[in-house]
């Protein structure tokens, strides 16, 4: 009984930590673009893009093996929906 309680705060831990990382992914990206708004150089403005590009993509890529092949699937789910057409009946 003790194992269950273990693996099931495990698995919960695991789910939120995967939603922290789908959500810094975004929050990297939108990063991006207040960037050109800050008192930059061209040279630092580059560095910071290269580096929240990256971590972006190194936080969605973990937040979907954190989060499996269903959240996957959903996600998948919900942008096909939003860029097909609809077809006229």
């Known amino acids: 009984m003790v ?5 099931e705060a495990k698995q919960k831990m695991k789910k939120i930590i995967g939603y922290i990382f ?3 992914s ?4 939108a990063a991006i673009a207040i960037l050109p708004f800050l008192n ?3 040279e630092m403005v580059a560095a910071v893009t290269t580096i929240l590009i990256v971590g972006g993509e190194v936080a969605f890529i973990l937040s979907i093996a954190l989060l499996g092949k269903e959240f996957l699937e959903k996600l998948k789910v919900f942008f096909r ?3 097909t ?3 006229d009946l």
Request: charged share 15%; no cysteine.
């Open 40 to 42: 930059l150089s061209v």
């Open 3 to 7: 194992i269950f309680v273990a693996s």
């Open 22 to 24: 789908f959500v810094a």
């Open 85 to 87: 057409k609809k077809q």
């Open 26 to 29: 975004f929050i990297a990206w």
């Open 81 to 83: 929906k939003l860029f």
